[in-house]
């Protein structure tokens, strides 16, 4: 309770960090009087009502704050011109944004949509500040107009760290009428993505109490982790295999080695090898992934060598079948079949195919035990094998198998970020019940 | 040689893992390199890993035959097509010369490996109505409420379904339910099997984030085949 307090008092400062730095940056506001038309600019040929002769036939109403600026939150290509809703504007209106390199042109059309569309709410990852503090007080109330990849001949514009001259125009009905101002915006790199500062926050957090439970086990050894029945079921199954003289099967899943899933499988098989060489069993791993082979090769061998029986050691053991899903799937069944194994380990990211494995598995009588973070792969997993570790529990796998102090750390870890996120959906849905979506908002994923 | 083999791959590890993580919050088009960069990495490295995995698919076949290992014959069709398929593309390439036609090894590719790997999937069917029917075996409570939901969700998601119950309404009962099942499937796929899968995807999303952590500070280095 006292590490729990310890982690929640140092979100304070952070938190008070983050609103402060977060509200939506804004340079460059001008102010205009409403619905003065001017001459169109070159290339455009609108019928122009003049104030000074008579009424316009169609009232075009304009904003009266308009500015331009940087594109916050890309990579420096883009330019946005925001401005507040004109008072009367309808559906049936238009804004166009105009971009010149220099003040006297040429001028080619940036970007043109209908009034009651491109709102600063609909670009929440470029104006995250917006979302997190704004959204819900004024809704749909400022026009944001993203400028990016305008094709000019053969170039594209804006480009980076350039100076570029705007203006917006306003057209209903075939008649257009200019917002009086010309604006001047500059691009700019930029070096931190504001929308995913949530996220950033959250993962430097999550990390730090993960090594802050790390170095605590390193004191204390004695952590005390929950049963994982599919890992106890480990021993259970190569001893099985053992008695009966049959191999055990691995799975490292379909995935490529760049997936976490593929990464976790192939820490459990280091612990699974390791054991099968003291019970001197054999193992079998059929591998779809190149890389993958030749990381499980490795990784096998070394579960060898661990358990001091490098001569058990058969590299035959580990072997390439094909990259396709369902030609590697019916090879493997057909392994099942023909070898019966007597355990068969299903671990990492499955498809399509999971059931047709499991199946086959189960009619050879073998024990299975699967795990998987593929949400939808698991209820056929649950269904056909006798354990299964469902999501979270095939990461801590390798820790649980290894009971190795610093391994369990992370996991203690990992329970408190689960007790943090309890607690936030909780206090979010009551403040969200009572109207309040703030602690919503800033868990959203925007960038 | 011990540092090679030992430290610089979790130096390695580590110096990756952190320019992967900062890239995450750099829109700049240097991040964007940084990622194509690694992508050209794994592209080397998978050509490279390709040429072991063909040695160790011809090297496991054949010993299979040399030893005449019970169901050696599928070795010898597996190798067959491996050197059929390799020689017909490096005689006849990639690219048909007639518009319109079919290299030999495009021609395998269609009509004989695409229907094997259609039959396969299709066998997927069968094994799903097998799986199903060990899954709502009502022997226990949970058991019980799964085959409820299940056949509620199953009923609710044909496009038919709110006839069924209206059908067998009328015969049992003499007049048409109220309710409609389909709606009451989407609340169940909506509610509570969507606070399930939230839930458990929250936990992988916390997993792997344990995971990273531990491996880009070296303290998790089975995978690269060191033990502790």
Not at chain 1, 393 to 404: D, K, N, T, V
Not at chain 2, 7 to 20: D, E, K, R, S, Y
């Amino acid at each position: 309770m006292r590490h729990i307090r310890r982690v929640l008092f140092g979100l304070l400062p952070i938190g008070v960090w983050f609103i402060l730095t977060s509200s939506a940056n804004s340079q460059m506001s001008t102010a205009g009087p409403r619905g003065i038309p001017i001459p169109p600019p070159e290339g455009m040929t609108p019928e122009v009502p003049s104030p000074l002769t008579k009424e316009p036939e169609v009232f075009i109403p304009l904003p009266t704050k308009v500015w331009a600026q940087d594109l916050p939150n890309d990579n420096g290509t883009g330019l946005v011109v925001i401005f507040e809703k004109a008072e009367g504007e309808t559906e049936e209106q238009f804004y166009i944004v105009l971009i010149a390199e220099s003040p006297e042109g040429p001028w080619y059309e940036a970007v043109r949509f209908p009034a009651d569309t491109s709102f600063k709410d609909d670009y929440s990852s470029y104006f995250p500040g917006f979302f997190w503090f704004r959204k819900h007080k004024e809704p749909r109330t400022w026009h944001a107009a993203v400028i990016s990849e305008v094709s000019v001949g053969e170039r594209v514009i804006p480009e980076k760290g350039k100076n570029y001259y705007l203006k917006l125009l306003a057209e209903k009905q075939g008649r257009v009428v200019e917002y009086p101002q010309l604006m001047e915006a500059r691009t700019r790199v930029n070096w931190f993505h504001t929308a995913r500062t949530n996220n950033l926050i959250f993962a430097v957090i999550f990390g730090a109490v993960i090594l802050y439970y790390i170095a605590l086990a390193r004191k204390d050894p004695n952590l005390y982790i929950r049963k994982i029945a599919g890992l106890e079921a480990v021993d259970e199954a190569i001893g099985r295999a053992t008695e009966m003289g049959k191999p055990i099967l691995y799975l490292n899943g379909m995935d490529p080695l760049s997936t976490l899933s593929t990464l976790a499988s192939l820490n459990i098989l280091g612990r699974v090898a390791r054991r099968v060489a003291n019970y001197d069993s054999e193992l079998l791993v059929p591998s779809k992934d190149p890389v993958v082979l030749s990381v499980a090769q490795e990784v096998v061998k070394q579960g060898y060598l661990d358990a001091g029986r490098p001569d058990a050691y058969k590299e035959d053991n580990v072997f390439f079948l094909t990259e396709d899903q369902f030609a590697y799937t019916a090879s493997v069944c057909g392994i099942m079949v023909r070898d019966k194994p007597a355990a068969n380990i299903f671990m990492g990211y499955y498809y399509a195919e999971s059931l047709i494995l499991a199946e086959t598995g189960a009619t050879t009588g073998a024990i299975q035990i699967a795990g998987t973070d593929s949400t939808s792969q698991l209820p056929f997993f649950v269904t056909t094998c006798d354990y299964t570790l469902i999501g979270e529990e095939l990461y801590a796998a390798s820790a649980y198998l290894a009971r190795e102090p610093r391994l369990l750390g992370s996991l203690k870890g990992q329970d408190v970020g689960k007790l943090f996120i309890m607690i936030v959906i909780l206090v979010g849905t009551i403040l969200a019940s009572v109207g309040f979506m703030f602690v919503r908002d800033l868990f959203k994923a925007l960038g | 040689m011990q540092f090679l083999k030992k430290q610089f791959p979790i130096v390695l590890a580590f110096l990756m893992g952190m320019l992967m993580f900062v890239r995450e919050y750099v829109p700049t088009d240097f991040a964007e390199s940084v990622y194509n960069w690694y992508v050209r990495w794994d592209i080397i490295i998978a050509g490279f890993a390709g040429v072991l995995a063909i040695i160790s698919l011809v090297h496991y076949h054949t010993t299979k035959v040399r030893r005449r290992v019970p169901g050696y014959g599928y070795s010898i069709i597996t190798l067959a097509a491996f050197w059929v398929m390799l020689v017909l593309t490096l005689i006849f390439g990639l690219e048909a010369k007639v518009e319109g036609g079919l290299t030999p090894g495009q021609w395998l590719y269609n009509y004989v490996f695409l229907p094997n790997q259609a039959t396969m999937f299709a066998t997927l069917a069968f094994f799903i109505a097998s799986a199903a029917f060990r899954a709502f075996r009502a022997r226990t409570a949970e058991a019980t409420a799964l085959l409820i939901a299940g056949l509620i969700v199953m009923i609710g998601r044909v496009p038919a379904g709110d006839e069924i119950v209206n059908f067998f309404s009328r015969l049992f009962a003499g007049n048409e339910v109220g309710a409609s099942i389909s709606t009451f499937a989407d609340w169940i796929m909506n509610n509570p099997n969507m606070a399930g899968y939230r839930g458990i995807i929250l936990g992988i999303a916390l997993a792997q984030i344990a995971l990273s952590v531990r491996i880009i500070f070296g303290i998790e280095r089975t995978y690269l085949g060191g033990g502790e």
